[in-house]
């Protein structure tokens, strides 16, 4: 017998969706099947972020601090501008129409910069100008917050300083809180995450320069669903897990009577999925002896 020597077997969504009608016992036919099936898909999706499945959209962000800022995006908020050479990162810009105002973390080119999460939204065309340096210029649009909002949490991170890295803690919201000075300025050895629909990242103490790097590891969200032609955004060892969900998620709308075991099978493959997407690093554990003297 000759194997196939294919190792690319990729489902699209439109096969997705008629792998699970089938499990219901049902037939695959309609545009609004395709439709309500995707939207399902889309809702699963959402669910495996909340259950921590999705590994493999874990990306590192590099982020160069600046001096005075502590609260970060997380991820990247660029903007086109003019120019801007004659901005100063860490000042405030203002939209000269909108109002609108941000702080600039760095400048990648001569043309573009990135910053803190704006107050609101700029106008396109409008003249941004510096607090600080008082250097004007155009910005060509509102910059986008989508590479933001598809974070869906921090898992860890660092601060590296002339090549040395310094790992730093991630504290609560009631923690951060409790910091009595958060001016305080040095080299970051904490961090909080404020969760929000635009989340930010809040270290301290204050940076204390604008050359040191924040790099953390990030959760963002699985591509979605968008048409049927679309391939999945998944590993090849978590299609069993995605069809089965499917096929679960339609059945609570087409197929009652075939929930349970179908829910069954779904929390069976979800279980198998979610412990092999786990680190597999070697786990050393050292005893604490302690010695109590003995008194004569």
């Given at each position: 017998?000759?194997?196939s ?10 096969e997705y ?36 499945l ?6 590192q ?37 909108s ?29 941004i ?13 509102s ?24 790992s ?19 080299r ?13 990242v ?59 075991i179908?829910?069954?099978?779904y ?30």
């Amino acid at each position: 017998m000759t194997v196939s020597g294919s190792k690319n077997f990729e489902p699209d969504v439109a096969e997705y969706v008629e792998e699970a009608f089938e499990r219901c016992g049902l037939e695959f036919r309609t545009g609004y099947d395709s439709r309500t099936a995707r939207r399902s898909l889309n809702f699963l999706f959402a669910d495996w972020a909340n259950r921590g499945l999705n590994r493999w959209t874990i990306e590192q962000v590099t982020q160069t601090v600046a001096s005075g800022i502590s609260e970060y995006p997380v991820g990247t908020i660029t903007a086109t501008v003019g120019a801007s050479g004659s901005l100063t990162i860490g000042e405030t810009i203002t939209g000269g129409t909108s109002s609108v105002t941000a702080s600039v973390l760095t400048k990648p080119t001569s043309t573009t910069v990135t910053l803190t999460v704006p107050s609101g939204t700029f106008t396109s065309g409008e003249t941004i100008t510096g607090g600080t340096s008082g250097a004007s210029t155009t910005i060509s649009a509102s910059p986008s917050l989508v590479d933001t909002q598809s974070t869906v949490d921090i898992l860890s991170g660092v601060v590296r300083r002339s090549s040395s890295d310094l790992s730093v803690t991630r504290i609560s919201r009631d923690d951060y809180l409790s910091i009595s000075v958060k001016s305080t300025t040095g080299r970051p050895t904490q961090f909080y995450v404020n969760r929000q629909i635009t989340p930010v990242v809040q270290v301290w103490p204050t940076p204390e320069n604008s050359t040191d790097i924040f790099i953390y590891d990030r959760l963002v969200r699985i591509d979605d669903a968008d048409t049927a032609t679309n391939t999945v955004d998944v590993p090849f060892r978590f299609y069993p897990c995605l069809a089965a969900g499917l096929a679960y998620y339609i059945a609570l709308k087409r197929a009652p009577e075939r929930v349970q075991i179908l829910k069954g099978l779904y929390e069976e493959e979800f279980t198998r999925a979610a412990e092999e997407d786990r680190d597999k690093a070697s786990l050393s554990l050292v005893p604490s002896y302690t010695f109590v003297s003995a008194v004569s």
